[in-house]
């Protein structure tokens, strides 16, 4: 998810780039083209940098998905769809008891039969593979805010440390209690966390999180 929060239409250097996960990442590689007049990031959770063994079991090996997309009778769509929403509050949440059937539910459409989870996994292994490889964090001047999450069971806190390490005019915010998607387990202390930073950048001023 990326969300793209502008001073107003006349102002297009008011531009903060804030994403989730993948968006985590896609907004600090969209933030290395001083073309876009970008004037601050926040990356939460972004993937490709240190993710965690799950991730790493799942995406970074070809045995699993070979054995997934040769089973000689397709998973039915039922079980699939029943496995996909006792995970994705798991994976994607601090606490799975909290998580709202209706996110759930937006979440789990996307693996409902064997088939389109096969290609949802062939696409993650893909774009993990090109994630190592994309990140020219050299070239990014904007305000940085990395945010790591201690709950998070898909990327590892180390990922936010090792971008923060390459990013000198970077910041850490690491919150314990925040799992993959935090927007989903507090979306007011998020928000809050947004709108500190997108003023101090519209600004000039160096955040403190």
């Not at 202390?189 to 001023?205: E, I, P």
């Amino acid at each position: 998810m990326v969300d793209h929060e502008t001073g107003s239409p006349d102002a297009p250097g008011d531009l903060v780039l804030v994403g989730n996960s993948l968006g985590g990442t896609l907004s600090l590689r969209a933030a290395q083209d001083p073309g876009l007049g970008v004037t601050g990031v926040v990356s939460i959770a972004a993937p490709g940098f240190a993710d965690s063994w799950l991730t790493r079991a799942v995406a970074g090996s070809t045995l699993p998905l070979r054995l997934w997309s040769a089973l000689p009778i397709g998973v039915p769509g039922p079980l699939v769809r029943a496995v996909a929403a006792y995970l994705v509050p798991r994976l994607l949440y601090a606490d799975a008891g909290s998580a709202e059937a209706r996110h759930v539910a937006r979440f789990t459409e996307l693996f409902h039969d064997h088939r389109s989870t096969t290609d949802a996994w062939k696409e993650a292994c893909a774009l993990l593979t090109e994630l190592t490889e994309a990140a020219e964090l050299d070239r990014l001047s904007a305000p940085l805010l990395v945010v790591a999450c201690g709950k998070d069971r898909l990327v590892s806190a180390a990922s936010a440390e090792r971008v923060r390490a390459r990013v000198p005019h970077s910041r850490l915010l690491f919150r314990p209690d925040w799992g993959h998607c935090p927007q989903l387990d507090d979306p007011v202390a998020v928000a809050d966390v947004l709108a500190s930073f997108t003023t101090h950048a519209h600004r000039g001023l160096p955040h403190t999180a």
